[in-house]
Structure formats: structure tokens, C-alpha cells
């Protein structure tokens, strides 16, 4: 460990550097949380966001933190607690029985306007992940899945702009891609407005880096997705610049949880000594 990081959280830096041996992509240096964290708190300077709601947040320098409860606007205190749970949870995954899978599930009736992430509900989309799993097959009671609620920012070619919260999820289940489909595939049929737009529910990879495909189920960073017509004629997605207005929401929305509160476990549990086996519930 180098001299310009022991101010740091010892704890944390470990946790990064053993990601970075297991070769997870953008795992970020205590520096360059600093410099996101700044960003943040201009952020929310500069918008006039009433200070006694994020002054407590000035305090964190990546060092123990000073909070009783850590806040998931903390750039240092979540990216702590996604590592730590990045790499106690591939032990559990790599070890479970079956094949492992990248999985993201799309449900359009979570999208929200812009403006109105506030509204938005985290546990209505777990508990409707978790119906869906309680009605599997018998062979997925041994399934290990780790994942969160992932959240994106959409513009449709028609300058329409969505909220488009979704699930990352990294599966160890004796499954085949068909069958994970069918189970996982939200069971309401899209809303209205979003007739016509292409879209898969769930999309279904191989694994080929366990501990990169579930530190990307956790990325706490907002995606952007922009459509547009590639040479085939065929609609394609492609990033563009997060507005500075949407930045400043995901603040906000960042600030009324905790660091772990966009996560999934099925199969294991955190407790005091870490990630842990679970039966999962039927």
C-alpha cells in the first residue's frame, strides 16, 4: 500500500486492491473518489440545496467515517461497502452449484419522467424480483445471485427522456439461459407509452469474470442511452452526456439511502462477519 493512500480507510483500500488483482474494471483510486465526491457537493452547492441536508457529507475525506450511519451520497462510504460486498459475494457465487450468468431485467413500468425519481421505489422492484423467484423451480432453491437496482437515463429519438431504473444481476443456478428468461421476465405487459419501444426484458450472458460482471451489477455511476437509427436502419442505443439536471436529481435521490439499499442477495445475507449462506425463501 503506497504512502498517499494509508490517510485513507485501510479497510477500503484493501478491498480496491483486491478487485484490481481480480482485474474489475474502473475500480477507483482514493483520489480520484475525492475529485467525484467535490463534484457532488459543487453540485448540490451551486443548485442551492438546502446545506443542513448534505453539510454532514463535507466531513468525509475517505478516512473512517465520522457517521453513525453512512449515506449512499457518500462517493467514499459507498464504493467501501459495494467493494466489500463485491468480493465476499463472488466467493459464495463462484462456489454455488450450476452455470454462472450476467443477467439484466428491464421493466418499463418503473421508468419515470425526469424530475420525478423521488417517486421512485427500490422495494417495489426487489419485491417483485423476489415473487418471481419464489415461484421457480425447486432447482433454483440453491441459486446464489448478487445484483442491484441499476439506474439509467434515456432520450428516445423523439427527444422523450426517461428514468429507466433496471436490475444487474451476477447468477450461480443449475439453469440454462431459456429457463432464466422465463423466470425472470417481469409478468406485466409494457404501459402504454412504452408500446412500440425496443426493448428485452431480460438479457442473458455467460459469465467470463466473476468478480467484474457483479462489481458492474453494483455500479452506483448513472448510464445514459440515447436511441438512434445505426446503418441498417435499425434503432441502436448509445451514451451521451448525463444532464447536469439529471446529475443533480441522482444527488439528491442518492441522499435519502443508505450504501447498500440498491443491493440484492438471494441464496446469501450480510451479517456482522460478512456475506453468509441463506436458504432462500419460498
Known amino acids: 500500500m503506497t504512502r498517499q493512500t494509508q490517510q485513507f480507510d485501510l479497510h477500503a483500500a484493501r478491498d480496491a486492491e483486491a478487485l484490481q488483482r481480480l482485474r474489475v474494471q474502473c475500480v477507483l483510486s482514493p483520489q480520484e473518489l475525492a475529485h467525484v465526491h467535490g463534484e457532488r457537493l459543487e ?4 443548485a442551492g440545496v438546502d446545506e443542513q441536508s448534505w453539510s454532514h457529507l ?3 475525506r475517505g478516512s473512517e467515517c465520522p457517521h453513525k450511519t453512512c449515506s449512499a451520497a457518500c462517493v467514499f462510504g459507498e464504493r467501501k461497502e459495494l467493494n466489500r460486498l463485491v468480493r465476499q459475494s463472488r466467493r459464495l457465487v463462484r462456489g454455488g452449484e450450476g452455470h454462472q450468468y450476467f443477467v439484466t431485467i428491464i421493466d418499463p413500468h418503473y421508468f419515470l419522467r425526469p424530475g420525478r425519481l423521488n417517486r421512485f421505489s427500490i422495494g417495489a422492484l426487489i419485491q417483485s424480483l423476489r415473487r418471481r423467484l419464489r415461484e421457480a423451480p425447486e432447482t433454483w432453491n440453491s441459486a446464489r445471485i448478487v ?7 434515456d432520450r428516445e429519438r423523439d427527444g422523450r427522456e426517461w428514468w429507466a431504473p433496471h436490475i444487474h444481476l451476477a447468477i450461480a443456478v443449475d439453469a ?3 429457463e432464466i428468461r422465463r423466470v425472470l421476465k417481469p409478468r406485466r405487459a409494457p404501459p402504454a407509452d412504452m408500446v412500440g419501444r425496443a426493448f428485452r426484458p431480460v438479457t442473458v450472458e455467460r459469465v467470463t ?3 467484474n460482471a457483479i462489481a ?3 455500479k ?4 445514459t442511452r440515447e436511441a438512434f437509427l ?3 436502419g435499425n434503432t441502436n442505443r448509445r451514451p451521451f452526456d448525463v444532464p447536469a439536471a439529471a446529475l443533480l436529481e441522482h444527488d439528491r435521490w442518492m441522499m435519502t439511502m443508505r450504501p447498500r439499499d440498491r443491493s440484492f442477495l438471494s441464496g446469501m445475507m450480510v451479517s456482522r462477519g460478512g456475506v453468509v449462506p441463506r436458504k432462500r425463501r419460498r
Do not use: E, F, H
Open 43 to 46: 453540485r448540490l452547492s451551486l
Open 58 to 60: 463535507r466531513r468525509c
Open 147 to 153: 445484483g442491484a437496482v441499476d439506474m439509467a437515463y
Open 176 to 178: 440454462q439461459a431459456k
Open 209 to 211: 469474470n466473476l468478480a
Open 216 to 218: 458492474y451489477s453494483l
Open 220 to 223: 452506483p455511476t448513472v448510464g
Open 230 to 232: 445505426d446503418g441498417r
